[in-house]
């Protein structure tokens, strides 16, 4: 059952589950089940650098485009306006 919750979410892409379920991780009874959950916890990690490397490349982004709009941007001249 764990390891089929655990695919599910690899699939989905569900990283609070997937936290969840490696916390809760049960003891596994046979070789191949153990097997397969290193090969599905591999298949997380290398899941997790490349969502990071997306994250920090979005960030960059962001970054660049409010430091152009910042270079761009026009500052109002002051002005007082005075009514007699």
């Known amino acids: 059952m764990w390891l089929t919750d655990f695919k599910k979410a690899i699939i989905l892409k569900e ?7 490696i916390k809760e991780m049960p003891p ?7 097997e397969e959950a290193v090969y599905l916890l591999h298949h997380v990690k290398s899941l997790l650098e490349s969502e990071q490397s997306a ?4 960030l960059q982004q962001l970054k660049n485009t409010i430091d152009y709009l910042k270079a761009t941007e026009r500052t109002p001249l002051s002005s007082i306006n005075l009514k007699l």
Request: net charge negative; glycine share 0%.
């Open 28 to 34: 596994l009874n046979s070789l191949p089940e153990m």
């Open 15 to 21: 990283f609070e589950t997937l936290n969840h379920l």
């Open 55 to 58: 994250t920090l490349t979005s």
